[in-house]
């Protein structure tokens, strides 16, 4: 990925999912910038926006839920907005930019191990 100097530089180390998710949601917003302003963009992108966000955001609920259950719950919102978002960037326009193509690829990918993250938490918090 090449560096974008608004973002915040990624850690080298591993770090966990909540970091994972945050630089996830902020990669969506700078992608989100390169893209062509057409109306089906504008209105694919604010859900494609609200739904990266969610992912972290109900990560980080399910870590501070008050029981089993709300904790499962969170993390099956969180699966679910992964998905979400993996649908919008599918859904994107990327104009004919190869740079843009190859990061709404990269952006798919992520969606897909965080996808498949949530799912394995999933399965051993039963």
Same mark, same amino acid.
């Given at each position: 990925? =090449?560096?974008?100097? $608004?973002?915040?530089?990624?850690?080298?180390?591993?770090?966990?999912?909540?970091?994972?998710?945050?630089?996830?949601?902020?990669?969506?917003?700078?992608?989100?910038?390169?893209?062509?302003?057409? @109306?089906?963009?504008?209105?694919?992108?604010r859900?494609?926006v609200?739904? $990266?966000?969610?992912?972290?955001?109900?990560? !980080?609920?399910?870590?501070?839920?008050? $029981?089993?259950? =709300?904790?499962?719950? &969170?993390?099956?919102?969180?699966?679910?907005? +992964?998905?979400? $978002? &993996?649908?919008?960037l599918? @859904?994107?326009?990327?104009?004919?930019?190869?740079?843009?193509?190859?990061?709404?690829?990269? #952006? !798919?990918?992520?969606?897909?191990? @965080?996808?498949? !993250? @949530? +799912?394995? !938490? #999933?399965?051993? +918090?039963?």
């Amino acid at each position: 990925m =090449d560096q974008n100097p $608004s973002l915040p530089a990624e850690p080298t180390k591993r770090y966990d999912l909540e970091d994972r998710t945050f630089f996830f949601a902020k990669r969506v917003r700078a992608f989100i910038k390169r893209l062509p302003r057409t @109306l089906a963009n504008v209105e694919d992108c604010r859900q494609l926006v609200n739904a $990266s966000g969610s992912v972290g955001a109900n990560y !980080i609920e399910a870590n501070e839920a008050l $029981s089993k259950k =709300d904790f499962r719950m &969170r993390i099956k919102i969180s699966r679910k907005e +992964s998905k979400e $978002s &993996r649908y919008w960037l599918r @859904l994107v326009d990327c104009g004919a930019e190869e740079s843009v193509e190859q990061e709404r690829i990269d #952006l !798919i990918q992520e969606c897909t191990e @965080l996808l498949k !993250i @949530l +799912s394995a !938490i #999933l399965v051993k +918090s039963e």
